[in-house]
């Protein structure tokens, strides 16, 4: 990204000087609405990281207030127009919750060539300025960022065509429905927070996960007798937006900050967090800690693994087609933008 959403570090000089010039600057606060509990690492690590970096750069003249699981309105689906109507100043948020604002920036989510949360977010910014900012004229965007669903936890089987076929798996995001459709499999929706009584009491047998996901807080190993991986990964894909309005009534000096810190540092660091989290799922579970001890871990096999791909590419087309259906003759163009 080359404008509005990629900065370059500010240099230790020119940082300085801000730090000093913010100074004059009257003193500001600006609330943080997450959906997510306090102990998630997008609180803990990265609003946690943003805030310190804040707080430094204006001298203490600019301060963020997270407001942790829904304090500023209950949900994940409402974040987008919360922070358009300045229910808060900034909100933390998913496009696929909202993706018919999104529509082209939700082509990140199905599987393609990136692996890693890494990967995805630096495929986004590559494309962002030609094909995705007019999604997000509404708002002054700070980041944009992914996390990778590279497994599934299961109470049967998955790692072939034949045992997908018929799974109620949670997908994640609706507009893969086809693509799990080609697998043979029945989507099913489903948030988060129900997924662990959802395969306790079977009412879904899979859904698609970080590796983190098999420990705590979710403890999915607690209730999944498989865990696959090698799995046509696909993402979710997340928002750090700030209000128009508030950003424009900011002292210059506290724009600058703000301006400094949103894009591609923003951007990258928010999928860091989400990638060290998968990591740190994949260390934990290559510890054997117990919670494992009744789960079998199976890696899908190329063989099987090059027939879930025909069967993505067959659902990418009917993808393709809806997209056509809508109004939008280049979402295969912009896909293959994604994935070069």
Excluded: C
């Excluded at 497994?151 to 072939?160: E, G, I, L, N, Y």
């Excluded at 429905?177 to 129900?194: D, K, N, R, S, Y």
């Excluded at 590419?313 to 896909?335: M, P, T």
């Amino acid at each position: 990204m080359k404008h509005e959403l990629k900065k370059v570090l500010l240099s230790v000089t020119m940082a300085a000087g801000l730090t000093a010039g913010a100074n004059t600057a009257t003193a500001e606060e600006l609330s943080v609405a997450t959906f997510i509990p306090p102990q998630h690492h997008i609180n803990a690590f990265y609003f946690d990281w943003m805030a310190r970096e804040v707080a430094e750069r204006s001298g203490g003249s600019l301060t963020l207030k997270v407001y942790p699981a829904g304090q500023l309105g209950a949900g994940p689906v409402q974040q987008y127009k919360r922070v358009v109507e300045g229910v808060a100043d900034i909100a933390f948020g998913l496009q696929t919750y909202s993706p018919t604002i999104f529509p082209k920036t939700v082509l990140i989510v199905p599987p393609g060539k990136s692996k890693t949360a890494l990967e995805a977010t630096e495929r986004l910014l590559d494309v962002f300025d030609e094909h995705l900012a007019d999604e997000y004229e509404d708002v002054k965007l700070l980041g944009l960022f992914t996390v990778a669903g590279d497994a599934w936890a299961a109470t049967k089987d998955v790692s072939t065509m034949d045992g997908l076929k018929g799974t109620k798996l949670v997908p994640f995001a609706t507009m893969v429905t086809p693509i799990m459709e080609a697998l043979g499999v029945v989507p099913v929706q489903m948030p988060v927070t129900e997924m662990y009584t959802g395969l306790s009491t079977g009412t879904i047998d899979a859904t698609t996960i970080s590796p983190a996901q098999m420990d705590k807080p979710w403890n999915f190993a607690e209730v999944a007798s498989h865990y696959v991986d090698n799995i046509p990964t696909t993402f979710a894909v997340f928002f750090v937006a700030m209000n128009k309005e508030r950003y424009m009534e900011l002292s210059d000096e506290h724009r600058a900050i703000i301006d400094d810190l949103a894009g591609e540092q923003a951007s990258m660091m928010g999928a860091t967090s989400f990638h060290n989290e998968g990591q740190r799922g994949i260390d934990w579970q290559a510890t054997n800690p117990p919670a494992m001890d009744k789960v079998t871990s199976i890696t899908i096999s190329d063989e099987e693994r090059a027939k879930m791909d025909a069967a993505v590419n067959e659902g990418l087309q009917v993808i393709f087609e809806d997209y056509k259906s809508r109004g939008i003759d280049n979402a295969e163009e912009i896909y293959k933008a994604m994935n070069k």
